[in-house]
């Protein structure tokens, strides 16, 4: 019996998979790829005017940031094993969000795009690991800020912004853990009042 070819954007949203909407896999790989396809092509954009404008040691760290990602997409289709991705692409965050508090990023708005984080790692990993990552970036984040202190890194914040930027990326994270958790409450009540 011969398999239907998926046509190329799908193919390239499921990893090569043949999952069905119904199953659960389905949103987490979409979405994974959605997100590593995004992030790619944003760093390669990003590097790119970089290179542009002279910063060459910057754009290089986000083309490289750029390969990370596709070779986490490439892996994901090799493999059809999802946490190895997963794990390469939160890593890869970990290292980007060091990299633009450290250097601001594109004109200081570096510690913006890290707002992001708690919508990936909670979609990445669910409710209880994407907390244990996200607690993870907030340690890396506060450990560079303790280093600015001590005058052993320099970054491009103030520990005044830097202080708020923390207390929202934990209020953030709280609230979008919050919102999982009281889902899986309300999922689980609807199965209860159908058996």
Not at 72 to 100: D, E, F, H, K, Q
Request: proline content about 3%.
């Amino acid at each position: 019996m011969k398999r239907e070819r998926l046509p190329i954007l799908e193919s390239i949203l499921r990893s090569g998979m043949y999952l069905k909407p119904s199953m659960p896999l389905y949103a987490k790989i979409t979405f994974f790829n959605v997100v590593s396809a995004f992030c790619a092509g944003m760093f390669l954009i990003f590097g790119y005017t970089n290179y542009q404008f002279g910063q060459i040691t910057f754009a290089t760290f986000e083309f490289s940031l750029a390969g990370g990602f596709a070779i986490s997409m490439l892996l994901l289709r090799l493999t059809s094993r999802y946490n190895p991705s997963a794990i390469v692409n939160s890593l890869l965050l970990y290292i980007g969000a060091a990299v633009l508090i450290i250097t601001g990023g594109t004109v200081g708005t570096g510690v913006y795009w890290l707002l992001m984080c708690p919508l990936l790692y909670l979609n990445f990993w669910g409710r209880k690991l994407g907390l244990v990552w996200m607690m993870g970036m907030i340690i890396l984040l506060a450990g560079i800020v303790i280093l600015n202190a001590l005058e052993i890194v320099r970054i491009a914040y103030t520990q005044y912004q830097m202080l708020i930027f923390l207390l929202a990326i934990a209020v953030s994270t709280f609230l979008l853990w919050l919102h999982s958790y009281l889902d899986s409450l309300k999922l689980r009540s609807l199965t209860d009042e159908a058996e």
